[in-house]
């Protein structure tokens, strides 16, 4: 791929959490003390990747947990990071950040850093969930990071919860919705809780130990929080995201779109705008050894997407957008075809500009999509 390609975004993977959360299928390690040598290959990574002078329009840290780095190691990897970039004047710059690490000198040192945006995994506010969870933080820690972050002066912030836990029920998730906004964050994002294959969770799952999510439980959930936040008049901006006017997430926007980016870090994937993905090493020691050689060997692997290929996450992708796919996108297939009998249902729009989902047809998206794929490319 090529690596001139200007960056949309730049994405840095910070492999490690204090704690395995019991559902996390993330790349990541709770082996804190490997953080300087990983931090080192990292600074490797973008020295390597990163030409002088390279546009890019947003950054964004995640994981992992961005927020578990010792300040110095935050500094030094930053430092790496943004020394090249050519970052656009007040650029969106995101830390995903949980609450235990939150603290009035940790908020100080991110701002000074340049993050002007924080990403706060609190998924719930109730102490029994997040035990269940595996999350070491409390409820009232949650709240209590959003408030520091706010005195720190870190406006635009997005809160993470999760919907749909078993044993739950509507009434839960409208409390825990409503002490969100209560804070008074301009940014949601809000997943169902799923079972991914080994995790934690998949294990207790398949033993009985631990009862599954179910389907109608989170689309209760899903509709609701929909529903309210439009009344709201939030932007229902993405099939998991919520913005108020303003405040849709840059980076992520960017993404869907199709804009390139590079990811910096074990597990990081990459983009060139085209065809072209990248994707790191998901081993922590793997990544650290190739680049510690004095002539690096191979961290990645490149794939080029095929036609189909690239239609299909165009599909995947888009739809999940309040603006949909575009006609432009479809390349001239029968789409509308392919889709009647969710168009007949009500569930996706169609019109000159293309396909968007409706009411129910949210909670279909990847059924809907499958139906495009059926077809000739
Ligand atoms: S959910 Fe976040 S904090 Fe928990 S293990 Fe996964 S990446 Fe780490």
Same mark, same amino acid.
């Given at each position: 791929m090529s690596e001139a390609v200007a960056a949309g975004g730049v994405y840095v993977h910070v492999? !490690?959490?204090r704690h395995a959360c019991r559902y996390c299928d993330f790349h990541f390690s709770? *082996? *804190?003390?490997r953080i300087p040598d990983v931090v080192s290959a990292m600074v490797r990574e973008a020295e390597l990747r990163l030409p002088q002078g390279l546009p890019a329009a947003t950054l964004y840290w995640g994981g992992g947990t961005p927020s578990v780095l010792p300040e110095a190691e935050l500094v030094r990897l930053n430092q790496a990071v943004r020394a090249p970039l050519a970052l656009a004047e007040g650029a969106e710059c995101t830390l995903e950040v949980n609450? #235990?690490?939150?603290t009035d000198r940790s908020l100080a040192l991110w701002r000074a850093q340049g993050f002007n945006r924080l990403s706060v995994g609190?998924?719930? !506010?109730r102490d029994e969930r997040l035990d269940w969870m595996g999350r070491p933080h409390r409820g009232r820690d949650a709240e209590d990071a959003v408030r520091r972050a706010q005195d720190a002066g870190f406006s635009n912030l997005s809160l993470d919860l999760i919907y749909g836990l078993p044993g739950s029920g509507l009434g839960e998730w409208q409390e825990q919705v409503g002490r969100a906004l209560d804070l008074g964050t301009p940014h949601l994002s809000a997943y169902a809780l799923t079972v991914e294959p080994r995790t934690a969770l998949s294990h207790d799952v398949a033993k009985g130990t631990a009862a599954a999510p179910s389907d109608d439980r989170a689309a209760e959930d899903f509709r609701w929080l929909r529903a309210e936040l439009q009344r709201q008049a939030w932007d229902a901006y993405e099939i998991s995201n919520y913005a108020k006017p303003g405040f849709r997430a840059q980076h992520n926007s960017a993404y869907w779109k199709g804009s390139p980016y590079v990811g910096i870090g074990p597990g990081a994937h990459s983009f060139d705008g085209r065809r072209t993905r990248r994707a790191n090493v998901r081993s922590n020691p793997g990544y650290q050894k190739a680049l510690a050689a004095p002539v690096p060997a191979e961290w990645f692997e490149l794939e080029v997407l095929s036609d189909q290929e690239w239609f299909h996450e165009q599909v995947l992708t888009q739809l999940r957008?309040? #603006?949909? *796919?575009s006609r432009a996108e479809a390349q001239g297939r029968d789409l509308d075809g392919a889709w009647s009998s969710w168009i007949r249902q009500g569930m996706l729009l169609a019109d000159d500009q293309g396909w968007r989902l409706e009411g129910e047809g949210w909670l279909w998206a990847d059924a809907v999509a499958a139906d495009a794929f059926g077809l000739k490319v």
């Open positions: 492999p !490690f959490c709770t *082996l *804190l003390k609450p #235990e690490d939150v609190v998924q719930s !506010f957008r309040q #603006e949909g *796919l």
